[in-house]
């Protein structure tokens, strides 16, 4: 089964590998056709992320009125706004707790799935059953699994229902839907997959015999992984912990549709801010969270290369 | 497999991945439910009667939204997205066999907008259209907006495909006098013909589920996903359940449709190679 984590690993495998062998002169040099063969994508990319994500740089200096969207200017008062509002504070506080929580809870889950399903289901059929199970959500649709949590969690929901029956609690709890729980709890029914289909990956392309000479040194299960499967594992684990953070920091359809509105969040307040139409100041808003997001990929590459590790 | 002797881990391990899977398919298998609400039915249990008669209202003029308009923008989008998708990750896996240059440069911006925020990307194309005066429409910039989501799942599918691919059957083909069009339509097609229906896949039930890059790039008109959320916030009937049954239904049949399509053309190229 060909995953898109897996494409990335190989294909910076294969862009690596390229890159040794350019010394001399190459008898396959680019042609006209392939040229013209990347151009649609090329394109594309262009007109739709570069040059847009270029303006948002440009509009976060832009000035604004009610009546005009965006006035083209250098004012850096969109920051200033953004760094002085003490909201601002508290929901990226409030982002990164989110984060931390998510990213903690996904990598423990998915590493766990994921070793099940690799070490312990021995078939190559049941593998792929189950991996398929795991991944078949990811191709519905993400607001109808939100949604769908509105009659578990619910006042009158099933959860509460069912804690009343058993007498575990007196009146319906309310923090279950429409808070940071049922925020966490989206993401984490969301988003364990990003975890699992590389983690698997990685896991599976662990040389059996590492493992058995593990045990035959007389490493316990929990060394074995510890020791063996876990370094061997990190490139998996980089990559989704890179899709879970960078979706969890920029994330408001979660927060809103799960959080009501009772959670903030970063990507929520952007989106508020564009629902007003207030372009430069979602924009700047915009900067400082894609800034932080940076910065977190550049860490988490830097503790874990994943070149290095290919 | 449950017939060997397996360790107490399995069976804790075993147990785990059940609740997880319970955890996945569990709400959605509860909305379903409850979709098929008899008419004097509420947001949740116990069921009163059982009927269809929330799935004939999604299709009625509704006082929130335009569910049959959205639902029909949608299926038209992933349409166009699909194989639009696909056309051009084909074309780029094709070139992206020879190192070219830039082709470092161009591969990180394709995988840069699979994990740039959404939000961000929805903002500059949001302001991009402004800026030039174009109005957002959901054929233009919802078109461009989804493009950036599912072109990276495509290249890296076919990225890997072509990874893989024997070289020494083109060289073939070539050798057999095929011209260089020949050897895409006759040899290299047929071969990453299944992987071609999964970037397919990802190319329309991508772009049928996306919200968070389209919520500034779809101008006036709304899709399914887009009416979704701002009815979710007012709905007070299991309509939006019948919805919501209706568009995993479509999510699924596609799914399905794509995978056994895919074990199709596989079973038709075993057979052929055995020949």
């Not at chain 1, 990319?45 to 976060?60: D, G, N, Q």
């Not at chain 1, 009125?65 to 250098?74: G, M, N, R, V």
């Not at chain 2, 992987?195 to 890059?213: I, M």
């Not at chain 2, 006036?220 to 919805?243: H, K, R």
């Amino acid at each position: 089964m060909i995953t898109p984590a897996s494409a990335v690993v190989s294909a910076e495998q294969k862009l690596a590998s390229t890159k040794e062998d350019d010394s001399g002169r190459d008898p396959n040099a680019p042609s006209w056709r392939t040229l013209l063969l990347v151009t649609p994508l090329t394109l594309v990319f262009l007109a739709f992320f570069v040059v847009p994500i270029l303006l948002v740089i440009a509009v976060s200096f832009f000035n604004y009125e009610s009546y005009q969207i965006l006035i083209p200017a250098f004012t850096l008062q969109n920051y200033i706004d953004v760094f002085t509002e003490s909201t601002t504070w508290d929901t990226y506080l409030a982002t990164f707790q989110f984060c931390l929580i998510v990213w903690v809870i996904t990598f423990v889950l998915g590493f766990a799935l994921a070793y099940f399903m690799a070490f312990y289901i021995r078939s190559v059929t049941w593998q792929m059953v189950m991996f398929l199970i795991c991944t078949i959500p990811f191709w519905t649709s993400n607001v109808i699994r939100m949604i769908s949590w509105i009659p578990l969690l619910g006042r009158n929901g099933i959860v509460n229902s069912l804690l009343l029956n058993l007498g575990v609690v007196r009146q319906p709890q309310e923090w279950l839907l429409y808070s940071s729980f049922s925020v966490i709890l989206g993401f984490i029914h969301l988003y364990t997959m990003f975890m699992i289909v590389p983690i698997f990956n990685s896991m599976v392309r662990i040389d059996k015999a590492l493992i058995e000479a593990a045990t035959d040194a007389g490493a316990s299960q929990w060394q074995t992984i510890r020791h063996v499967i876990l370094p061997l594992c990190k490139p998996g684990i980089a990559i989704g912990s890179i899709f879970v953070i960078t979706i969890v920091m920029g994330d408001f359809v979660t927060v809103t549709v799960l959080g009501g509105g009772q959670v903030a969040s970063v990507g929520k307040s952007i989106w508020t801010d564009l629902s007003y139409l207030q372009f430069p100041p979602a924009a700047a808003n915009a900067m400082v969270l894609l800034a932080i997001v940076i910065l977190m990929i550049v860490g988490l590459t830097r503790i874990i290369d994943i070149r290095k590790e290919l | 497999m449950l017939r060997e002797n397996h360790p107490r881990s399995f069976w804790a391990l075993l147990l785990l991945f059940v609740v997880f899977v319970l955890f996945l398919y569990g709400p959605t298998i509860t909305i379903t439910i409850l979709s098929f609400q008899g008419p004097e039915g509420g947001l949740t249990f116990p069921m009163r009667g059982f009927g269809t008669s929330w799935f004939t209202q999604v299709f009625q003029a509704q006082s929130v939204g335009d569910i049959g308009g959205s639902f029909e923008r949608s299926l038209i989008l992933g349409a166009i997205v699909c194989l639009t998708t696909v056309i051009i990750a084909f074309m780029a896996g094709l070139a992206f066999r020879l190192r070219f240059k830039g082709s470092s440069i161009l591969f990180y911006i394709v995988i840069a907008s699979l994990i740039m925020p959404s939000i961000v990307i929805s903002l500059g194309i949001g302001s991009l259209f402004e800026l030039l005066g174009i109005e957002r429409n959901w054929f233009s910039s919802g078109i461009g907006a989804h493009l950036t989501w599912t072109l990276p799942f495509g290249l890296l599918v076919m990225l890997a495909v072509f990874n893989r691919f024997d070289r020494r059957l083109e060289e073939a083909g070539r050798d057999l006098g095929a011209s260089r069009f020949q050897v895409v339509m006759h040899v290299i097609l047929p071969v990453v013909a299944p992987a071609l229906v999964g970037v397919g896949l990802f190319g329309f039930t991508l772009s049928y589920d996306e919200l968070a890059r389209s919520s500034q790039a779809m101008g006036a008109l709304n899709t399914l996903p887009l009416e979704l959320q701002a009815m979710q916030t007012n709905a007070t009937t299991p309509v939006i359940y019948a919805l919501g049954t209706l568009t995993t239904a479509v999510s699924l049949v596609v799914i399905a449709v794509s995978l056994s399509l895919v074990l199709l053309l596989r079973a038709r190229r075993a057979r052929r190679s055995s020949i």
